[in-house]
């Protein structure tokens, strides 16, 4: 495997890590108040706020990632 087939085999596998996690929970609480968004998410045992901000780490973490990779 060459070099630049290497960089495009980790860019796809970082972009299916990615997943949809992100805009699942997005959709699933749109619309609810900052109320409802400080309670728990059924038996997670964290908080809507708390599994958006966690979601939304990851994505920036992919990204960071998806850089250092296109960088080299």
Known sequence: MTPSECKATV???LSQMRGDDLY???HAFQGMTPAQ???QHGLSGKTRAEILAGYEA???K???AEAWV???
Do not use: C, N, T, V
Request: without cysteine; glycine residues 0%; proline residues 0%.
């Open 11 to 13: 860019l796809q596998a």
């Open 70 to 72: 296109k960088s080299k």
């Open 62 to 64: 992919i990204d960071e």
């Open 58 to 60: 990851w994505e920036r």
């Open 37 to 39: 968004m400080k309670e």
């Open 24 to 26: 699942r929970a997005r």
